[in-house]
């Protein structure tokens, strides 16, 4: 967290309070964390974009302003206790709140991510006509990590973290600790599916907000599609999808907590079926 679907929303709500405005400071006393960023200062904001999980303002002097939420950065128009800087513009303030200091910000001339190769290694956006499913098949089959492992990456494809993983894997019946390259042509297509329905309709919903309450739009409402989570954060749940008598179950792959179903993501190992409930017979 914050993922695609959050990182859009806070770019879409933000985009008409900064447009043809003038950036007049930009305070912070974490130099470290937020790098350059008076070069910023003076600059007009042109437009915004983003890429994967991290904004972009484009600034006048052909200068970028790069911003990664972390794990619990975001914006709000009032400043509360965790603000860690203050975006000073001729009509609006705005609040860079960041509780866990994961969030990073830097000050780059427009296309040098030397600092932040992660940019330059990032995969196709899944609700751009980049993201092929000839590319995507490509991709999984270059590589021997699990395929959930492969979604977090980034390269297969942009911005999808543990929550909308979880949700595409779910959708697409496909066990989290799979070999990338073992997907069938089949398997890939649902995946491939998934990843861009889940998207759609988690930016849709505003993006998600846990019961840490860490991600909320800057207006400070939640967002809403943690109501329709059918495999994140529902560990000991039935599982959702009509005819299944499964539960969510939760493990660890690629170092992140992980959500499936143990009976319609089965993990296929040396040409059999395994699951993590045996107690039920095959539908």
Not at 108 to 117: C, P, R, T
Not at 163 to 189: F, G
Not at 207 to 220: A, N, R
Request: charged residues 25%; contains cysteine.
């Amino acid at each position: 967290m914050p993922e695609l679907p959050e990182v859009e929303t806070t770019r879409r709500i933000l985009e008409p309070y900064l447009l043809g405005q003038r950036i007049q400071k930009l305070l912070h006393n974490d130099p470290a964390r937020y790098r350059r960023t008076e070069l910023a200062e003076g600059r007009k904001v042109l437009g915004t974009s983003r890429r994967g999980k991290y904004l972009i303002l484009h600034l006048d002097k052909q200068l970028e302003a790069i911003v990664h939420l972390g794990m619990t950065g975001g914006f709000r128009f009032e400043p509360n206790r965790h603000t860690r800087l203050t975006l000073h513009l001729p009509k609006q303030t705005l609040y860079y709140t960041d509780p866990r200091r994961f969030g990073k910000w830097w000050v780059v001339e427009a296309g040098d991510y030397h600092e932040i190769d992660l940019l330059n290694r990032m995969g196709p956006e899944p609700l751009s006509q980049d993201f092929t499913l000839a590319g995507f098949r490509q991709s999984l089959l270059q590589t021997t990590r699990k395929i959930k492992e492969v979604l977090l990456s980034q390269e297969a494809v942009a911005g999808v973290g543990n929550i909308y993983a979880d949700e595409s894997l779910w959708m697409s019946k496909i066990h989290p600790e799979r070999p990338a390259r073992s997907l069938t042509t089949a398997e890939v297509r649902k995946l491939f599916e998934a990843v861009r329905e889940v998207m759609a309709k988690a930016v849709e919903a505003g993006g998600s907000t846990l019961s840490d309450q860490s991600y909320q739009q800057p207006g400070g409402e939640p967002g809403y599609f943690q109501f329709h989570h059918n495999a994140y954060d529902r560990t000991g749940q039935p599982c959702k999808r009509p005819g299944c008598k499964g539960t969510i179950v939760k493990r660890v792959v690629g170092g992140r907590g992980t959500h499936f179903c143990s009976r319609c993501q089965r993990l296929q190992a040396a040409g059999r079926v395994t699951t993590i409930q045996q107690k039920h017979p095959d539908p």
